[in-house]
């Protein structure tokens, strides 16, 4: 699974690298969360976790004019999929992701997948490895985070769907808080080498594919073979400090390699060496 990443840019920045033609991450938007977002949404955030908004790339039409041209957008979306149809916001926390095996016919996927997809920009991915030789005090394996980016420097992007729902509760349509929008991240088998570390990882998308699989008039056919295995080799993963495990920690100290001194019974991703014992 994808539970956590590193989204490290800033709006302007997005809007630069991911040729987006509307900026809408200003506008008031709702949230799942009983607490103020820290760091505040739209921010640089080096520990993103479910249920927390997110600058996320779609293409729609824009409001004001649904027969004018659809405009690549940038907007603040919750993680956790609450599908249209559902009752309420429960749900989504647990639909962080998406498996690439049944997205197609799971009801809560498969219309999003076949029209409302987007794009999720982070620097990277952590995700948990377990040791195969160490114990933590519990007597289960040692957990150790690793973090996985591009290895030509460039963002990862992410594939996402999205969905839209209304507040029953709330009786007027214009407001903006009687609506919540949501997204799932596209999980699928990992690569030889990131299989180390997990034996899921996210699917990313190619900056050429990124317009195909933004096309809100193209079907989840068109786009079938973007969710297709990639040859390994896209990506580098570093075991990095343990502080990232929980998430009130934050900040770019998150990224930075974790001391050898600290790692304990660690598979290289490369090599398959044990580090540490």
């Known amino acids: 699974m994808c539970g956590r990443y590193a989204a490290t840019a800033n709006p302007d920045e997005l809007v630069l690298e991911f040729e987006v033609d509307e900026d809408r991450t200003a506008e008031p938007a709702r949230s799942v969360l009983v607490n103020p977002q820290e760091p505040p949404p739209g921010r640089p955030d080096f520990n993103m976790a479910p249920t927390k908004q997110a600058p996320v790339v779609l293409t729609r039409a824009p409001r004001e004019d649904r027969d004018a041209p659809a405009q690549r957008q940038l907007r603040l979306l919750t993680w956790g999929l609450v599908p249209s149809w559902s009752k309420d916001v429960k749900g989504g926390v647990r639909m962080i992701n998406a498996r690439v095996e049944s997205v197609r016919e799971k009801p809560a996927f498969s219309r999003a997948l076949a029209a409302r997809r987007c794009l999720v920009p982070a620097r990277g991915w952590y995700e948990w490895q377990a040791s195969p030789t160490a114990l933590d005090a519990k007597g289960k394996p040692r957990k150790q985070p690793f973090f ?127 580090i540490g014992g």
Not at 149 to 161: K, P
Not at 179 to 187: D, Q
Not at 214 to 223: C, E, M, N, Q, R
Not at 227 to 237: E, K
């Open 148 to 274: 996985t980016e591009r290895a030509d420097g460039a963002s990862v992007a992410l594939a996402g769907l999205y969905e839209f729902w209304r507040d029953p509760a709330v009786t007027d349509p214009d407001d903006p808080m009687a609506w919540l929008t949501t997204f799932t991240v596209i999980t699928g088998e990992a690569e030889p080498g990131l299989d180390r570390i997990h034996e899921r990882q996210p699917v990313v998308v190619e900056r050429d594919d990124w317009a195909r699989w933004l096309d809100p008039s193209a079907g989840a056919d068109d786009v079938a073979d973007l969710l297709a295995p990639h040859a390994p080799g896209r990506f580098t993963a570093r075991p990095v400090g343990r502080a990232v495990s929980s998430n009130r920690s934050n900040g770019p100290g998150l990224l930075e390699p974790a001391p050898v001194e600290e790692l304990v019974g660690v598979v290289d991703p490369m090599t398959g060496e044990v």
